[in-house]
């Protein structure tokens, strides 16, 4: 990722992955192991999410009440004065986090419950953002620079998914979902749910019950 490069519209990349390593680490210790039924993948982390935490889809209070993540927060090279690297101090939520993280507490009761079918990552690890701190989302960036990044990504990607082994990948949302089906080919089955994003309409009208009914469509069983 160190020898990728991104121009103008974007000004800041923060890699979670580098600065918050030892949480990071630390979530795949303790929640990583093993084979798993599905493996969710989000898209990139968010500013308030992953950004703080190195937990994909890293909400604060999530990532280290209900999943016991701990890790000093470093900072990444550059920092947008608008999006300041706080770790687990930040006091801003991410909403999709919260949304996504709150439904496994509720619908699993314990992270143990979780973790022993499912796994948690995102494609993209790197986070980009325009001069003025406005996020800008992987696919937006333009074509030499979206295929450098996907060729890291990728393979990235199935290493991940081949140590994991997963019967099924479910992207949370259409992107995702259409990078895993394009990486991986027809090898594994691919499906997708809706995304927690405050950015969605339908998902600002009840997620949990969206989510919950792709989840059925694809014939994962929930407790």
């Known amino acids: 990722m160190g020898r990728l490069s991104f121009a103008e519209p974007v000004a800041y990349v923060y890699n979670p992955l580098a600065y918050a390593r030892a949480p990071h680490e ?28 190195g937990v994909p889809f890293g909400e604060v209070n999530f990532a280290r009440d209900f999943l016991q993540v701990k890790g000093a927060v470093k900072q990444p090279k550059k920092v947008h004065p608008k999006r300041p690297i706080d770790g687990f101090a ?3 939520s991410e909403v999709s986090g919260a949304r996504l993280w709150g439904w496994i507490e509720g619908r699993f009761g314990t992270p143990e419950a979780f ?30 620079e979206r295929v450098a990044l996907e060729a890291a990504c990728d393979k990235r ?13 479910v992207g949370v949302g259409a992107w995702a979902s259409k990078m895993a089906k394009r990486i991986l080919d027809g090898s594994r089955p691919v499906g997708t749910v809706l995304h927690p994003s405050p950015a969605s309409p339908k998902a600002n009208q009840g997620w949990v019950k969206h989510a919950e009914a792709d989840f059925r469509k694809l014939g994962i069983e929930l407790p």
């Open 26 to 53: 630390d979530f795949l210790t303790k929640w990583g192991q093993g084979k798993k039924e599905v493996v969710l993948v989000g898209m990139n982390p968010g500013p308030y999410g992953m950004a703080q935490t």
């Open 157 to 169: 990607l199935l290493e991940t998914l081949d140590v994991l082994d997963p019967d099924l990948v």
């Open 90 to 92: 930040c006091k801003r």
């Open 115 to 144: 973790f022993e079918r499912f796994f948690v990552v995102n494609y993209c690890p790197l986070v980009f953002m325009e001069e003025g701190g406005r996020n800008r989302i992987p696919e937006k960036l333009p074509k030499h």
